[in-house]
Nanobody, 120 residues
Framework: QVQLVESGGGLVQAGGSLRLSCAAS????????MGWYRQAPGKQRELVAT???????NTADSVKGRFTISRDNAKNTVYLQMNSLKPEDTAVYYC??????????????WGQGTQVTVSS
């Protein structure tokens, strides 16, 4: 069993910063990729940023230049530094991990979500 535990959400004024963390634990052989998605009320879940174990990133255009994803492979933890936050960044942020449980077997896991609210 694998668990993803997120932390760092909260309420912040526009222009402020928050840092999200997500730690994976359990029967993990390795993690090929970790990332963040978000879902605002009435909208579909969308990609924010992902980071592979090899260091490749994929970042949504809407957050480029403001959000930075990073990862501590030794701790199986991914971070999302969010700067210059805007009210439109308000959403539930979900951590995602592509976990290799054993050779040639990979499974996708989601965290429980953490609320980020940006006031104008």
């Amino acid at each position: 069993q694998v668990q993803l535990v997120e932390s760092g959400g909260g309420l912040v004024q526009a222009g402020g910063s928050l840092r999200l963390s997500c730690a994976a634990s359990g029967s993990i052989f390795s993690i090929s990729a970790m990332g963040w998605y978000r879902q605002a009320p009435g909208k579909q879940r969308e990609l924010v940023a992902t980071l592979t174990s090899g260091g490749s990133t994929n970042t949504a255009d809407s957050v480029k230049g403001r959000f930075t994803i990073s990862r501590d492979n030794a701790k199986n933890t991914v971070y999302l530094q969010m700067n210059s936050l805007k009210p439109e960044d308000t959403a539930v942020y979900y951590c995602n991990a592509a976990v290799v449980l054993r050779a040639s077997y990979e499974r996708n896991y989601w965290g429980q979500g953490t609320q980020v609210t940006v006031s104008s």
